[in-house]
C-alpha cells in the first residue's frame, strides 16, 4: 500500500517562504526518484523540481530556480521543498509524485496535494 502523504501549504505573503513536506511509505522510499508537481487555478500540472534516488542530483523548472530547494531524507522516508522568495505565480496545488522507475515522466503514486496561497 503505497502511500504518498503531502502537507505544509497555507497562506503566506509575497516574498514569504513555506517548507512542504511528503510523508512516504509502503515502497523502499531510498531507491526511487521522486518529484514535485503543481497545479495552479485554471492551468494544467506543471512540473516543479526532481530528486534522484540518493539525493544528490536535483532539478528545477526554470520558473522557481534559485528559490525553490527540493531535498530529502531517506532515514525518515520524507521530501521536501523549501520555496523562498514566494511570488502570486506560485499560487498552486503542490502534489508529491513517485515514477514507477528511474526518471520516467509519468508518475504511478500522487500525495493529495497541499494549497499554497501566495497573497498579501
Known amino acids: 500500500q503505497v502511500q504518498l502523504v503531502d502537507s505544509g501549504g497555507g497562506l503566506v505573503q509575497p516574498g514569504g517562504s513555506l517548507r512542504l513536506s511528503c510523508a512516504a511509505s509502503?515502497?523502499?522510499?531510498?531507491?526511487?526518484?521522486m518529484y514535485w508537481v503543481r497545479q495552479a487555478p485554471g492551468k494544467g500540472l506543471e512540473w516543479v523540481s526532481s530528486?534522484?534516488?540518493?539525493?544528490?542530483?536535483?532539478y528545477y523548472a526554470d520558473s522557481v530556480k534559485g528559490r525553490f530547494t527540493i531535498s530529502r531524507d531517506n532515514a525518515k522516508n520524507t521530501l521536501y521543498l523549501q520555496m523562498n522568495s514566494l511570488k502570486s505565480e506560485d499560487t498552486a496545488v503542490y502534489y508529491c509524485?513517485?515514477?514507477?522507475?528511474?526518471?520516467?515522466?509519468?508518475?504511478?503514486?500522487w500525495g493529495q496535494g497541499t494549497q499554497v496561497t501566495v497573497s498579501s
Open positions: 509502503g515502497f523502499t522510499f531510498s531507491s526511487y526518484w
Open positions: 530528486i534522484n534516488a540518493g539525493g544528490g542530483s536535483t
Open positions: 509524485a513517485k515514477p514507477p522507475s528511474g526518471s520516467s515522466y509519468s508518475c504511478d503514486y
